[in-house]
């Protein structure tokens, strides 16, 4: 057997240790938070488990379950899956604003979506709860106008009065654009009706 031959096992030998040292301690729950919180969701139970202390586990893993769920939410605000996990995070840490957050946003918008008077004052309230988990948030204010609108649209001077002071929270830069859009939209049918009676 050649000399050569036998030292190419060391780095793998090398590897192996480093490995079995990685292996016997399990990652920082923080790390697979922000790595992969999916996996921390599905395992959220084992997870309580394997780690000693279960109350400073619940708030990571709640966390993990507001990422998932904000995931689901921005490809269907609406979603009844999205909502449990918003659901889940809050029985995990009930003083976890943004799972409050995301618990009254998708109610909001599911009552907005059936569009009864009676649901429509139900979003509306909804989306005021949400305001108050988020305050410098400009999305519950902006799906407030929206219901105003729907509910009653001609109660300009409310429904005005809510589209400018969403436009004067915070917003996504595409949502303003189209925020302001329905601000003059309605401003134009305002200006119209006025015309109108003049």
């Known amino acids: 057997m050649n000399i050569h031959s036998r030292y190419w096992l060391w780095p793998l030998w090398g590897l192996l240790i480093w490995l079995h040292g990685c292996a ?3 990652p920082g729950l923080e790390t697979l938070v922000n790595d992969r919180p999916r996996f921390v969701v599905e395992h959220s139970d084992s997870l309580v488990q394997a780690y000693a202390d279960q109350d400073s586990a ?3 893993i709640a966390r993990a379950c507001v990422t998932v769920a904000d995931s689901i939410a921005r490809v269907n ?3 009844d899956q999205a909502l449990t996990f918003y659901q889940r995070a809050h029985s995990l840490d009930p003083d ?7 618990i009254w946003m998708i109610r909001g918008r599911q009552f907005y979506k059936k569009g009864g008077n009676d649901d429509l004052w139900d979003g509306i309230q909804a989306f005021a709860t949400a305001a108050r988990f988020r305050p410098q948030s ?5 799906w407030m106008a929206r219901s105003y609108l729907k509910k009653d649209d001609d109660d300009f001077e409310l ?3 809510t589209y400018r002071k969403a436009l004067n929270l915070s917003l996504p830069d595409s949502l303003r ?3 302001e859009q329905e601000l003059r939209e309605v401003e134009r049918r305002k200006k ?3 015309d109108f009676w003049k």
Request: aromatic share 6%; charged share 20%; net charge neutral.
């Open 96 to 102: 976890n604003r943004d799972a409050s957050y995301g």
């Open 192 to 194: 119209v009706l006025d």
């Open 58 to 60: 619940a708030p990571w």
């Open 159 to 161: 429904i005005l009065e």
């Open 77 to 79: 605000p609406r979603s």
């Open 138 to 142: 400009g999305m519950p204010v902006l």
């Open 24 to 26: 016997s301690r399990p």
């Open 177 to 179: 654009a189209t925020a």
